[in-house]
């Protein structure tokens, strides 16, 4: 692949994440180590209950189940709610992550011990 085609194809992959969104922001995924060092500085595990406001694929999901949380994202967007819980379902922690596809401004973080 030549380098200016190397580059279209890579600003399409992008394009999604660019181009205006429907929704109130663009999903753009935390890196896995930003994720991971936001929990550990939250100090989470078995006890918590993570709530992801506009959780987006579901990794901060996963990673707080993995730490042994509960956890419940909230996404708009009909696609991501899809991958969030295909994710989940492949780490095999149904159990542990719920997704809800709605607006995050509606949910009761009332249970919530950590809330990103």
Do not use: H
């Amino acid at each position: 692949m030549s380098a200016g085609r190397g580059i279209l194809f890579e600003l399409k992959s992008w394009a999604k994440y660019l181009l205006p969104s429907k929704y109130i922001a663009v999903y753009y995924g935390s890196p896995p180590s930003v994720v991971s060092r936001m929990l550990e500085i939250a100090n989470c595990g078995p006890k918590d209950v993570v709530y992801d406001l506009g959780c987006g694929d579901g990794r901060v999901l996963i990673a707080a189940a993995q730490r042994g949380a509960q956890a419940e994202g909230w996404e708009l967007d009909p696609e991501l709610c899809a991958e969030a819980e295909a994710t989940i379902a492949r780490a095999g922690l149904q159990g542990q992550c719920r997704v809800v596809r709605g607006d995050a401004a509606r949910a009761d973080v009332g249970r919530a011990t950590i809330i990103t």
